[in-house]
């Protein structure tokens, strides 16, 4: 997706990931995606990242999430014991199902969210 199509909403999760994940929490990360549901990756891949950002811009490339499917990221920051980012997504998810924006879960389903 261009960069002028995506929403400020998904942007802005993004940078509130590079600024919140540490690199504690990218050594975590690694572990998660070399799951297959987390885009499988191998030894020799994770070696290359170096950064919360390469690592993100990796699970994008992969599809692991994108604008508002983020169901598997979401899986990964359980794994990796990150309430506060789970709360950020969640909030996410929020604004961008009040603009008409459709959200869906780790397993691709759509997903119906609540006002609060």
């Known amino acids: 997706m261009p960069?002028?199509?995506v929403p400020i909403e998904h942007m802005k999760l993004f940078l509130y990931l590079k600024k919140n994940l540490t690199t504690n929490a990218l050594e975590?990360?690694?572990l998660a995606?070399?799951?297959d549901k987390f885009g499988g990756f191998q030894d020799a891949e994770l070696e290359k990242i170096?950064?919360?950002v390469e690592m993100l811009h990796e699970l994008q490339v992969r599809g692991v999430f994108?604008?508002?499917e983020y169901g598997k990221l979401k899986d990964i920051m359980?794994?990796?014991?990150n309430v506060a980012v789970l709360e950020e997504i969640d909030h996410t998810q929020k604004l961008l199902y009040e603009k008409g924006k459709e959200c869906r879960d780790g397993l691709g389903h759509a997903i119906k969210l609540t006002n609060k």
Do not use: Q
């Open 3 to 5: 960069l002028e199509k």
């Open 28 to 30: 975590d990360m690694k």
């Open 33 to 35: 995606v070399t799951a």
């Open 50 to 52: 170096k950064s919360v």
């Open 66 to 68: 994108g604008v508002g």
């Open 78 to 81: 359980r794994f990796i014991d």
